[in-house]
């Protein structure tokens, strides 16, 4: 299994030690250990659901920096729907755009028109009908790296469709390669994140070789800059090319409803993914064609790297999109578009739940695991620096904890070693004097029967 680049990092310096983040993890990456916080790497999705619940802020999430873009002769932005919900003083999305231009790019292609042309794809696979009920969404990085590693079985039901920001620096590259006659590594584009997973997702690509994005910019690196040339806007540029249908790929539904079928769930918060796909895993839901799963709740405009608040983003994006229905634009219908969007690489399971690679050996891990386990008091308190006390059982099956690392355990211990010590008090010989006679024993200050 080759390791791969994690977005989500520790900042040591400011980890308190706290258990906030172990209790929360979706795959069970953090441990505390020696008072500090620890990721394990092969573990962690960079669902960025560690940020989010840190009070110290000790997660954060690596993005590269603004300067990056001077590294190119072209530079694009290619913002996430999500950044229109940011600014609630904009007159409209050109606004928002032409402001996004003005602070260093040469161009804005809007991600939520590649969402648009990605939603015309899906209709026509579910019109088909060739595929494994239910189809989910691989729009949310975050979400296929969880059914990597949690959920091997589901792997074939992906949509192995590119993701919109994926398409939209495809198509980026391609038409202005040709239209400036430059090649495309002149051509630096940037996607404009409200999250971790997708920083991981351009850094490390699990469905082909190299990305099309060249940087990732957190929405909130980027926020002040707009904001402070936003009032500055004189002429306002037509940039804006979705209609209402990419628009709505901000919040939790927008994909799937914009399918035109009943037979579609979409479910936000990367717990609530959990319980769907188990739903899914033991063949429990039916009746379900699509299955838009995101790991933030409230969809991309709840990620960890935006800025304003989600529920009042949802009010500030619904009205871009009303005025997207207003002007009738409906991107999906439009078939001036040859790319192709199909995955060029399979999803690999990433057996990270696995005791051992040899299968007698894992069995008597397993075995050893479920004994442990039995003996911890099962109350998943944390305080052992574990998310449970099987994950602490699993952790001293592999060697890296204690049993006494359990604070109950320790108590048991510790009350087991005074017994036995004042069991050989009560064996020790007898004390001498110089001239050999026997010396009384003196009791200790507290005893029952002293005085």
Known sequence: MSPYFHSVTLDEAKCKGCTNCIKRCPTEAIRVRKSKARIINERCIDCGECIRVC???????????????????????????????????????????TALKMTGFDHVFEVARAA?????????????????????????????????????????????????????????KNEFSKSLNIPQSDIGVFFITPCAAKVTSIKAP?????????GAISISDIYLKILSVLNDVEKVEEIQEAGFVGV??????????????????????????ISILEEIENEKLEDVDFLEALACQGGCLGGPLTVENMFVAKVVIKKYIDEAKKKGIDGTQDKNYNYDM???????????????????????????????????????????????????????????????????????KVRSLAMQMMELEEKMPPVLDKEGNVKKKTRKRGDKNEG
């Open 248 to 273: 709505r790929w901000a919040n939790s539904g927008g994909e799937s409803t914009a399918l035109g079928t009943d037979k579609v769930l979409a479910v936000d918060g990367i717990h609530n993914v």
């Open 206 to 214: 699990y469905e082909k070789e190299k990305s099309f994005v060249d």
């Open 342 to 412: 199909v995955w060029t690489g399979n999803v690999e399971y990433r057996p990270i739940m696995k005791l051992d690679k040899d299968f007698e050996v894992a069995m008597k891990k397993l075995e050893t695991l479920h004994a442990i386990n039995k003996e911890l008091p099962g109350l998943d308190c944390g305080a052992c620096g574990a998310p449970s006390c099987r994950a602490l059982a699993e952790d001293i099956v592999r060697g890296s904890a204690n049993e006494t690392d359990c604070i109950f355990k320790l108590r048991e």
């Open 116 to 172: 648009e042309i990605i939603t015309a794809e899906t209709k026509k696979i579910l019109t088909e009908g060739k595929f494994p009920k239910p189809l989910i969404s691989s729009a949310c990085p975050a979400v296929v790296r969880l059914i990597q590693v949690r959920f091997p079985s589901l792997i074939d039901n992906i949509l192995k469709l590119e993701s919109p920001m994926e398409l939209a620096a495809k198509i980026v």
């Open 55 to 97: 009070p110290y802020h000790a997660k954060k999430a690596i993005t590269d920096s603004f300067d990056m873009i001077r590294n190119y002769k072209f530079k694009v932005a290619i913002p996430a729907p999500s950044l229109y919900g940011q600014f609630k003083p904009a007159p409209s999305r050109n606004h928002i755009l």
